[in-house]
Nanobody, 126 residues
Framework: QVQLVESGGGLVQAGGSLRLSCAAS????????VGWFRQAPGKEREFVASISMSGGSTYYSDSVQDRFTVSRDNAKNTVYLQMNSLKPEDTAVYYC???????????????????WGQGTQVTVSS
């Protein structure tokens, strides 16, 4: 019922910022825990950040804590990832994701994800 389309990726120098957006179709968006994963070349897809249905709770991987902020606007069916103080190791394809019945912590397990976006490339140069 929900389709996710990411945008906002690109090339940025280390220390810079980017904001990713994920536009969702469907009228059940607010029923999902949503968030972001990323996958660097040759590496497994890893959890980045998640946000609860109402936006009241968030959860981050240790590698992005205090640098990234996930938010959602249910009226716009959109989830965002504000990325600050970017590092070269943040370079990856970033995927928006949604899980129907899981909290922000359980969301970090990719096996529990119900819907994936197509991904957007983020490249951080040193």
């Amino acid at each position: 019922q929900v389709q996710l389309v990411e945008s906002g990726g690109g090339l940025v120098q280390a220390g810079g910022s980017l904001r990713l957006s994920c536009a969702a179709s469907g009228r059940t968006f607010s029923s999902y825990t949503v968030g972001w994963f990323r996958q660097a070349p040759g590496k497994e897809r890893e959890f980045v950040a998640s946000i609860s249905m109402s936006g009241g709770s968030t959860y981050y991987s240790d590698s992005v804590q205090d640098r990234f902020t996930v938010s959602r606007d249910n009226a716009k069916n959109t989830v965002y990832l504000q990325m600050n103080s970017l590092k070269p190791e943040d370079t990856a394809v970033y995927y928006c994701a949604a899980a129907l019945v899981v909290g922000v912590t359980g969301f970090s397990n990719p096996d529990f994800i119900d819907i994936w976006g197509q991904g957007t490339q983020v490249t951080v140069s040193s």
